[in-house]
């Protein structure tokens, strides 16, 4: 997981500058102050006014004089990636067809950091709130999908992960003790697959299975998710696994 250490001279530090700007706009932090978003980023104030009145003139940030927030135009960065990348597009038939043999929101996640990304994804017809949209980043070791692609990775990298990592407890269920979350993701790596039950949304059940590359490295994971109901974990495992296997193999060999 580590990246390649960048050249001094290759840096840009006036980019890594006006993204860390972008980035520091949230659900806690909406509209912000030249001041806030200097806080935020470790910037001077004159320097992050500058920043944010420069992506104003380019048309991603707004201000009312005071406070800045952004505007639509930032999806267009966001976006690219999906019209760009190959990965997304190509699972999404595989995605519908999971949803059409289960009746489950289907979902291709990633690993960014610490957060598990949603990059692609299908919806039901059913009226329930058991997924997430397009784009969605969620601490990977709340969510099935995350389990599975934390247990791909050394256990040395997940524990100094677990050491820097601080869990909001979501609902009443969320494990935030570090040596049970290192249980569970060794018991994914284990079994082949992850189920996490109420981590995030109460009464919602996550299943997912690893996506790999023909060199048999995992570059994603599938999984579904579910109304947990009166549907054991076993039961459901026992609908929805094999489908995702079978999937998953399916793609593999399309790579």
């Not at 980023?41 to 952004?70: C, I, K, Q, V, W």
Request: charged letters at 20%; a neutral charge.
């Amino acid at each position: 997981m580590e990246k390649e250490p960048l050249n001094r001279r290759d840096w840009i530090a006036g980019l890594e500058k006006g993204l860390a700007i972008l980035e520091a706009f949230d659900n806690d932090h909406p509209r912000l102050t030249p001041s806030q978003a200097a806080q935020l980023t470790g910037l001077t104030r004159t320097a992050a006014r500058r920043y944010l009145l420069t992506l104003e003139h380019l048309g991603y940030t707004t201000s009312d004089g005071t406070l800045f927030s952004l505007t639509p135009r930032v999806l267009k960065v966001g976006w690219s990636y999906f019209d760009s990348a190959r990965l997304p597009r190509l699972v999404q038939p595989f995605l519908q067809q999971i949803t059409a043999q289960l009746g489950e929101a289907a979902y291709l996640s990633v690993l960014d950091g610490w957060e598990l990304v949603f990059i692609s994804r299908t919806s039901t017809s059913r009226v329930m709130s058991t997924g997430f949209v397009l784009g969605a980043r969620v601490p990977a070791p709340l969510a099935s999908a995350g389990v599975m692609m934390l247990a791909s990775q050394p256990e040395d990298t997940v524990r100094e992960w677990l050491d820097q990592c601080v869990l909001t407890p979501y609902t009443p269920y969320t494990i935030l003790q570090h040596d049970r979350l290192l249980q569970e993701i060794r018991k994914a790596g284990a079994q082949g697959y992850a189920v996490v039950e109420q981590q995030l949304q109460i009464g919602v059940r996550g299943v997912a299975v690893p996506l790999r590359d023909r060199h048999g490295k995992v570059i994603a994971a599938l999984s579904v998710n579910m109304q947990i109901g009166e549907e054991s974990a076993e039961a459901a495992c026992a609908r929805v696994l094999q489908v995702l296997q079978d999937t998953a193999l399916s793609i593999m060999r399309t790579l």
